[in-house]
């Protein structure tokens, strides 16, 4: 512990702590400009300088990186150090007088107007370096330095060309503390819809809202240390030493007695639709996004705004993206119409804009949905009958210029309409999962026609899979809404515990047995089998069935050429019969 | 013996989890197709042992079609692997015998591919109804046509 | 070959100089008519000509000095060479009228060793200067080269040649003074980290105006710098050594690159040297003209191949240098300086100088000076002494005013403080610094205020622009010195430069931005009255700051002397003279644009400056 005295104040702090920390730990303000307490100090803006009397000396020094020594008198508000304070801060204010932290040091330290020429009123940068460090010593890139010298210097790509080091992960931008670097938007996509695109935001996060367990984690694809080696900020500032970068995935192992499958679904990726123009022209969303951007917690904190931060004045929602369609999917998407109803019911709310809904049937099948349908019909949504045909920024009148003009065969009116819109909402319909494929494989599920997993009976087996122990529940079945997933679920759930509760295993009546007097001891059977149920009994010189692995395929009993293996109920016999008696009608 | 009425007989031998299923599903859906087929059940198309097709043919079926789960679907991992295998030597076999080896089909049909089953019974039937009877047995043909009429 | 050649003996050898100074006034072309006219008279067996590195007195290059005799010959040329040649060579009989003679006597000196310039001199650091040929290791070996390493690398422990050098009092030679023995055992002493690497740099990185000692030192004897750095690298335990030169200087990284190669080859560098079983190397690292580079830690960084930019201090490189391993940096002439204390002696070398500056000074002597060039002069010698005895006084009989030391660094020391004894301590008392050895000489017609500016646009320019006070405050000081010097200068603005020059002083990050005020507040300290007449009069004392200038033509002046000459009608690129041949001339003053054109060209002295 070293023991010094700041503005009078005897404090004790760590071994190696620096002036600044001192001074914050006795309560005293210095003002810091290029200092970060994540990054490397680096001294240049000497605006931190205090007066400190050692070793019979006095000097200013720079707080944030000079080591705080035993016997050091601090004076942090000298008349010396609050000279040259105010006049490195005078400087830097006719440098970039637009730097907010800036001002407000100036303001504090008395400072109305800077006695030197100004050269840009609108300059930001403060030439603090942080964002240079931050790219070397956080991000591990180097894309960026100072370049030139003296009052030219400036931050810089090499040659000002664009970096080919930069991994634009924008870290210089986040810790630049003046705004002086903005991010260039490169996608055509403004700042909000950035935001409300669902992919990886930050390296660490909450999976998704509501997850459980509520525990942030580190993306690996999206995180700079293990794309560098370097950063670490998050190490460096968690309390609680929670951060470990070392972790790897573990793979486990789990037994169990059976497996309810709820892998869910994805949503129809609307750009597979070019007609309707989403990721083509801006203020086209899926569902999904409005859902973001109507929540209060969202981007534009629930307010539903345009790229340009306007009210929308029209907007249209377009039933059936993806569903409903002999090109993408043919089947009804059942969620549709009544999540599209629920947004023109929260437009009608948050804007004053008219909306349009359009819709091919109302599929209005739930306890209270044709009500809320009602209820929409008498808020004024207008209701357009027929499916839209194409979304186009082309304008063909002055009043359609620059809106989105939505395109649709009205089926009750009978004609092609042209209805110009700010803003449209795609009602994306439901596909399976990602994984959908691999899982199916995995369990050895069917799937139906519409890819979805196949049930094993639509009536009398709705949760149950072909599989003994393997249930499904919710939309890997097929589409469905929350209140059917959460009574589907609720079905495999009691499925499951109906066989964890009965303690045993019936086993199928339809093993195969082998007739060991007839068994000549081939063993070409025990090669066959799938499930390794076989076993030659060597000292009997016959081979066995294990009735609990046999699955009943009756492979072996087809190969046998003894005749030894027979399959109870599928007995050759019994098969020979069968064959007969067909041809005896 | 009248080509013009001859109605095939024609036995399959679906397995349990796809092709049996799928032909359920066919008729559930109401699907509508050749009634010449009688489809015996069995676990697993690697349960068609060679003898039932050649009982088959004996007994006086015109064709036979064995059908099971795509490759890589198979509820026994690998049954219809064994299937194809033993359908590729019968038929040779039964080329032998001067059984054209068209009577002895091997198809592919899934729990979800009721229209599947529905198109491979009619196109199966169409083609042995090419073919002409087998006449292995021949009163039972004669005997089917005399019932038909 | 090189020995069989070093062996031959020769009756007479003439030294060329063949320093910088010399080569561009066109000593290789003598050299080449020198021998050429040598094989024409069959001396080429009898005299040898050997170019070497700088003599020192660069005023009067070309230079020859004749061995045996020391007879020193100046400012020849190719011409001259023929009846030199036949005269003195062949016939034996000196030519008087190519040496040297002072303006004051006008009789010509012909040894070298009578002539004021040299003889006040005592040569340490340029030991060599003029008597080796700096290519040729083995003339460097025949004056006592590399014995001082022989004697520490096999007879001297460590511990030895560090008190060896605490004791002489050798201090940095590269300005601040750092005790080197001191620095020396705490490289020693500190702990490197993995694997336990020390390094050793010679700073060559000589940025100041009108300074060049580092520059001779590598050109005129590089193996006193190498065999400084090898007994340095041995005290402090270090294993790799860069010399850190200027790539302005190109022939003295051409003959560095040549006595390292030829160190190697006697196996004086490299592996187990001398069969001691000590290893050390030497690189050269160039610089790319930034003169912040010259600070430690911008060199240190510029060196491990990052931006030349300074760090703050601690750690200082002596901790935490050269990649993070301790780091001994001594500046050029320290290093010559090493091999002769551990040749003749501590005791001998603190018996040169003053109580707390031992040794010999390396100054080089510009400006309003007659005798520019290099001098070596012991501490504690006075101003006075170096001006008037060595510099041989100030040219056309102007009266001395100032002396700029230290470079832009450093500050002006007035005439009152002319036998001021010249030590560290003595030259920061009065403001200014010993720095790397510039010293610039000014007379009366020298404005202060625009050398301040002079050398602000230079620290400005330099700036690496790191640290706030130094970017901004040159900046800031520069601007308003050029107000002054333009005659828009306030008396706020003289408060805010007394604000300014210290506060920078205070914070800057590193030597060159607290140096950096050194010459605004010395001129503001010596001479306050001319900033005060520049900016109440709106007048330069000096005439430098032409915007202040009034010119008038007298009419008497002109008619009776030039007869109305019209020289300077002709010359005035702003038509604001009046009048034609034979009549006298007239100033428009509300067209002048204050260029001084007329004023150069008035042969008679009629245009009069105010």
């Not at chain 3, 096999?154 to 002489?168: F, G, N, R, V």
Request: glycine share 10%; aromatic share 6%; with cysteine.
């Amino acid at each position: 512990m070293v023991n010094l005295t700041i503005d009078g104040k005897q404090v004790e702090v760590d071994e190696g702590s620096t002036i600044l920390q001192a001074a914050k730990k006795a309560g005293a303000r210095v003002p810091t400009l290029c200092f970060h307490p994540v990054i490397e100090p680096y001294a240049a803006c000497r605006v931190c300088v205090v007066e400190v009397a050692f070793r019979g000396k006095n000097d200013l020094l720079t707080s944030c990186n000079t080591k705080a020594e035993e016997g050091m008198d601090v004076r942090t508000a000298s008349e010396r150090a609050l000279r040259a304070r105010r006049l490195n801060v005078e400087m830097l204010l006719a440098r970039a007088p637009a730097a907010e932290p800036l001002r407000e040091i100036a303001k504090e330290l008395g400072i109305e107007k800077t006695r030197f020429p100004v050269k840009d009123p609108d300059e930001k940068c403060i030439l603090c370096g942080l964002c240079v460090r931050a790219c070397e010593q956080i991000v591990g890139a180097c894309a960026i330095s100072f370049i030139e010298r003296g009052t030219d210097r400036h931050v810089s790509t090499p040659f000002g060309e664009e970096s080919e080091a930069c991994i634009g992960c924008t870290a210089c931008a986040h810790f630049c503390p003046t705004g002086a670097i903005t991010v260039e938007d490169k996608y055509g996509r403004k700042v909000i819809h950035d935001e409300m695109y669902l992919g990886p935001t930050t390296a660490i996060r909450v999976p998704t809202r509501q997850a459980v367990p509520m525990v942030p984690f580190i993306d690996k694809e999206a995180c700079i240390h293990f794309k560098t080696g370097e950063c670490k900020v998050c190490a460096k500032v968690c309390d609680r030493d929670a951060v470990n970068h070392e972790m790897e995935d573990t793979i486990q192992e789990i037994e169990a007695g059976s497996i309810i499958i709820a892998s869910g679904f994805k949503t129809f990726d609307a750009r597979r639709i070019p007609a309707y123009g989403y990721g083509r022209f801006p203020n086209i969303i899926t569902a999904m996004e409005f859902e973001r951007l109507v929540n209060a917690s969202g981007p534009t904190g629930g307010k539903v705004l345009l790229a340009n931060g306007e009210e929308p004045k029209a907007v249209g929602i377009i039933h059936c993206v993806g569903s409903r369609d002999e090109n993408y999917h043919a089947y009804c998407s059942r969620v549709c119409c009544m999540y599209s109803l629920k947004f023109a019911h929260l437009l009608g709310e948050k804007t004053k804009a008219t909306i349009y809904d359009f819709y091919i049937d109302m599929r209005c099948f739930g306890k209270g949905y044709e009500e809320f349908y009602h209820r929409l019909l008498k808020e004024g949504t207008k209701f357009v009958r027929g499916r839209v045909s194409e979304i186009t920024t082309l304008a063909l009148t002055e009043k359609e210029e620059g809106k989105l003009i939505i395109r649709v065969e009205d089926t009750l009116l009978g004609a092609v309409r042209r209805i110009a819109v700010d803003m449209a909402i795609l009602a994306v319909g439901m596909e399976p999962s990602i994984d959908h494929n691999r899982l199916a494989k995995t369990f050895n599920i069917s799937c139906s026609q519409d890819t979805f997993f196949l049930e094993r009976h639509p009536k009398l087996a709705p949760v149950s899979s072909f599989s003994d122990g393997i249930f499904l529940a919710g939309t890997c079945q097929g589409p469905k809404d929350i209140p059917d997933t959460v009574a589907q679920a609720g079905a495999a759930a009691a499925e499951a515990l109906a066989l964890a509760d009965l303690g045993k295993v019936e086993l199928e009546p339809i093993t195969a047995v082998i007739d060991d007097k007839l068994c000549s001891g081939c063993q070409i059977c025990v090669g066959l089998c799938p499930f390794t149920a076989i076993t030659y009994k060597k000292d009997e010189g016959h081979s066995e069935i294990n009735d609990a692995l046999c699955k009943g395929c009756g492979t072996c009993v087809a190969a046998c050429p003894s005749g030894a293996s027979y399959q109870k109920h599928f007995r050759d016999e019994q098969i020979f019969a069968e064959i007969e008696g067909i041809f005896l009608i | 013996m009248n080509q013009e009425h001859f109605e095939p007989r024609l036995i399959g031998f679906l397995c349990n989890w796809c092709s049996y299923t799928g032909a359920d599903l066919a008729g559930t859906a109401r699907m509508v197709y050749a009634p010449n087929i009688r489809i015996i059940r069995v676990m697993c198309t690697g349960r068609v042992d060679p003898q039932f097709v050649l009982k088959a043919f004996r007994e006086g079926a015109d064709g036979v079609l064995i059908s099971g789960c795509h490759p890589g679907d198979c509820h026994y991992q690998e049954g219809n692997y064994k299937a194809m295998r033993r359908h590729k030597l019968l038929s040779k076999v039964l080329e032998q015998f001067g059984i054209e080896k068209e009577r002895f089909r091997l198809e592919w049909v899934s729990a979800s591919e009721g229209t599947k089953f529905q198109q491979v019974c009619n196109e199966f039937t169409e083609q042995i109804r090419g073919l002409g009877p087998l006449n292995l047995n021949g009163n039972k043909g004669e005997h089917h046509e005399q019932r038909q009429a | 070959m090189a020995e069989k050649e070093t062996q031959k003996t020769y009756r007479m050898h003439l030294m060329i100089c063949a320093g910088t100074g010399c080569v561009s006034n066109h000593s290789y072309e003598v050299k080449e008519a020198l021998e050429k006219e040598l094989r024409k008279h069959g001396l080429e067996n009898e005299v040898v000509v050997v170019p070497t590195g700088c003599n020192g007195f660069c005023e009067r290059g070309p230079i020859l000095v004749v061995q045996p005799g020391n007879i020193f010959y100046q400012q020849l040329s190719v011409k001259d060479v023929p009846h030199l040649v036949e005269e003195h060579f062949l016939k034996g009989r000196p030519v008087a009228k190519l040496m040297y003679s002072p303006p004051e006597t006008k009789q010509p000196v012909p040894v070298l060793n009578d002539i004021p310039f040299f003889n006040k001199q005592v040569l340490i650091a340029l030991r060599n200067r003029g008597l080796i040929d700096p290519e040729k290791i083995e003339e460097s070996i025949a004056h006592d080269g590399y014995k001082a390493m022989v004697k520490a690398l096999s007879e001297m422990k460590p511990e030895k040649i560090i008190a060896e050098i605490t004791l002489s009092g050798l201090r940095g030679r590269g300005g601040a003074g750092f005790p080197t023995g001191l620095k020396w055992q705490l490289v020693r002493n500190a702990m490197s980290t993995n694997g336990g690497q020390k390094y050793i740099v010679c700073n060559g990185d000589e940025g100041d105006p009108g300074a060049f000692m580092d520059r001779s030192i590598l050109e005129a004897d590089p193996h006193s710098v190498i065999e400084g750095m090898v007994i340095g690298a041995k005290a402090i335990g270090a294993t790799a050594g860069f010399i850190y030169v200027r790539n302005e200087y190109p022939l003295a990284v051409e003959r560095l690159s040549i006595a390292l190669k030829q160190a190697r080859d006697y196996g004086l560098l490299g592996q187990d040297i001398l069969g001691t079983g000590f290893d050390f190397d030497i690189q050269i690292k160039r610089g790319a003209g930034a003169f912040v580079c010259g600070e430690e830690t911008a060199l240190i960084a510029s060196i491990e191949g990052r931006l030349g930019e300074p760090r703050p201090r601690p750690p200082y490189p002596a901790q935490s240098g050269l990649w993070g391993k301790p780091t001994c940096i001594n500046n050029v002439e320290t290093w010559a300086n090493v091999p002769t204390i551990i040749n003749r002696g501590a005791k001998w070398y603190a018996g040169i100088g003053t109580k707390t500056s031992k040794g010999t000074k390396v100054f080089s002597l510009v400006g309003k000076i007659n005798n520019t060039g290099l001098v070596e002069v012991p501490m504690g010698i006075t101003l006075r002494e170096i001006i008037y005895d060595i510099g041989g006084g100030i040219p056309g009989g102007k009266a001395f005013k100032a002396v700029q030391t230290g470079g832009p660094s450093g500050g002006c020391i007035p005439k009152e403080k002319i036998d001021l004894p010249i030590d560290y301590e003595s030259l920061s008392e009065a403001g200014s610094m010993m720095g790397s050895g510039g010293m610039v000489i000014m007379d009366e017609d020298t404005c202060m205020v625009d050398v301040a500016r002079y050398f602000l646009t230079f620290t400005q320019d330099e700036s690496c622009g790191k640290c706030t006070p130094c970017r901004e405050g040159t900046k800031a000081m520069l601007e308003i010195l050029t107000k002054i010097t333009e005659g828009k200068g306030t008396p706020e603005d003289l408060t805010l430069l007394e604000d300014l020059a210290p506060a920078i002083k205070d914070t800057a990050l590193c030597g060159l931005g607290k140096t950096a005020p050194n010459p605004v507040l010395t001129t503001l300290r010596y001479f306050r009255n001319e900033y005060e007449t520049h900016i109440q009069n709106k007048k330069c004392p000096a005439h430098v700051c032409r915007p202040l200038n009034v010119y008038t033509i007298d009419p008497g002046l002109c008619l009776s002397q030039g007869h109305g000459c019209d020289v300077c009608r002709r010359n005035c690129s702003s038509e604001a003279i009046a009048g034609q041949k034979n009549e006298a001339h007239a100033i428009f003053q509300d067209k002048c644009i204050k260029c001084g054109v007329c004023y150069d060209v008035c042969a008679f002295g009629a245009v009069k400056v105010d």
